[in-house]
């Protein structure tokens, strides 16, 4: 069990964090913008830490800056939270060269579990049972020979991005059409990648 974790986050979801820690008799380290100084997550806090002014990415995206935070407070971890760091694979791999476990996932899950389509082969591998789907597809005429073989309605996802990104509901051949290039399109131009 850690003593001391570090929350590299804020709002709503520091203060839930930092509840549970309590809980748990954990010492919670909050970090904060200049801007979030009278935020709920810093009053409750017993140990606090700023970030300065500045941008997100110069504030709660600033791997160093956190990371010195963390050794400067004794922290033995660091809970992302969600959004921010919690899905950057480099930050996790940063943590664990700095001798400060990260609250998650690994870099390389985090990369082989960041694309849908190979998720779904690695779960494939392991024999999790799934919905009915496919691999990753690259053009109209694939997508609607795979629509025939699963049936309507089906989803339609870009292999990147989360959160619901670049996912259309089809309940025809139509929609599923219509859907496919602005799919294809925002995984595209989002994530450098081109499949859906």
């Known amino acids: ?4 974790v570090l929350i590299a986050n804020r709002g709503a979801i520091a203060v839930r964090i930092m509840r549970t ?5 954990v010492t919670p380290v909050v970090i904060y913008h200049e ?11 017993k140990e606090s830490y700023s970030l300065g002014d500045g941008s997100v ?6 791997q160093e800056k956190i990371l010195g935070i963390a050794k400067e407070s004794g922290a033995q971890a660091i809970h992302p939270g969600y959004g921010f760091l919690s899905e ?14 990260f609250l998650g996932p690994t870099g390389q899950q985090m990369l082989d579990f960041g694309l849908k389509h190979s998720a779904r082969a690695l779960a494939e591998q392991a024999d999790v049972p799934m919905l009915p789907g496919t691999g ?31 996912m259309q509901l089809c309940y025809t ?3 599923l059409i219509n859907a ?3 799919v294809k399109r925002l995984s595209a131009n989002n994530f450098s990648n081109d499949g859906v």
């Not at 990415?57 to 600033?62: G, H, P, Q, R």
């Open 1 to 4: 069990m850690f003593s001391k």
């Open 35 to 45: 801007a979030d100084k009278h935020s709920l997550h810093v009053q409750q806090a």
């Open 136 to 166: 990753l597809l690259t053009d109209i005429n694939e997508a609607k020979a795979e629509a025939d073989r699963i049936g309507y309605p089906l989803m339609l996802k870009s292999t990147a991005g989360g959160g619901g990104i670049g």
């Open 180 to 182: 496919f290039d602005s």
């Open 57 to 62: 990415a110069d504030t709660y995206l600033n």
């Open 21 to 25: 820690l309590n809980e748990l008799g």
């Open 173 to 175: 051949e139509a929609e």
């Open 88 to 101: 950057n694979a480099t930050f996790s791999d940063a943590c664990e060269q700095a001798g400060v476990v």
